[in-house]
T-cell receptor, first 117, second 108 residues
Framework: GAVVSQHPSRVICKSGTSVKIECRSL??????MFWYRQFPKKSLMLMAT?????????EQGVEKDKFLINHASLTLSTLTVTSAHPEDSSFYIC?????????????FGPGTRLTVL | DAKTTQPPSMDCAEGRAANLPCNHS???????VYWYRQIHSQGPQYIIH???NNETNEMASLIITEDRKSSTLILPHATLRDTAVYYC?????????FGQGTTLQVKP
């Protein structure tokens, strides 16, 4: 399958700072990218869907001003956690797909573990 | 939106078949069933999907009941590396919504 990378794999930051996580599709054009959050021993929760060149669509209950998503190119989406607090500590996972391709051809990144002190 | 119900955990002996059930009684006629798995601290991995007919690939088999209200994922010869959380998903248009999944523990 296609490859999706995330950077960084782990990040530790102080409370109140902002953190940017990158998601890249390495060998295909990702017209749509998804951002998920996963707390320990919990399932993945979809945060938002982003289409290249458009504003992201956020799931109910997800603060769009808190979690800024940019999908400026067909190979890169970024998630910025603004003014991070300890409760934002989580495992953030992105996935990517090409519009028109079957839904199961949605490829996941390896995840980024964020720890906010 | 169709919802899925899975047992929270299962054990399986190494080398034996692992049969993971999933109930999706509210599934619509044109909705596919997808299976993914997540090994600890990694991103989810696609396994298989199906609509009506049974499906098989190099990883697993998927058995869907005739009324499509439930399905079973079969790992024919489970190995220790198959220890993971397995998610049965009936898609919401355009996106994958994960339920709680089944934690499969393969034991030596």
């Amino acid at each position: 399958g296609a490859v999706v990378s995330q950077h960084p794999s782990r990040v530790i930051c102080k409370s109140g700072t902002s953190v940017k996580i990158e998601c890249r599709s390495l060998d295909f054009q990702a017209t749509t990218m998804f951002w998920y959050r996963q707390f320990p021993k919990k399932s993945l929760m979809l945060m938002a869907t982003s289409n290249e060149g458009s504003k992201a669509t956020y799931e109910q209950g997800v603060e769009k001003d808190k979690f800024l998503i940019n999908h400026a190119s067909l190979t890169l989406s970024t998630l910025t956690v603004t003014s991070a607090h300890p409760e934002d500590s989580s495992f953030y996972i992105c996935s990517a797909r090409t519009e028109g391709q079957p839904l199961h051809e949605q490829f996941f990144g390896p995840g980024t573990r964020l720890t906010v002190l | 939106d169709a919802k899925t119900t899975q047992p929270p955990s299962m054990d399986c002996a190494e080398g034996r078949a692992a049969n993971l059930p999933c109930n999706h009684s509210t599934i619509s006629g044109n909705e596919y069933v997808y299976w993914y798995r997540q090994i600890h601290s990694q991103g989810p991995q696609y396994i298989i999907h199906g609509l009506k007919n049974n499906e098989t690939n190099e990883m697993a088999s998927l058995i869907i009941t005739e009324d499509r209200k439930s399905s079973t994922l079969i790992l024919p010869h489970a190995t220790l590396r198959d220890t993971a959380v397995y998610y049965c998903i009936v898609r919401v248009p355009g996106k994958l919504i994960f339920g709680q999944g089944t934690t499969l523990q393969v034991k030596p």
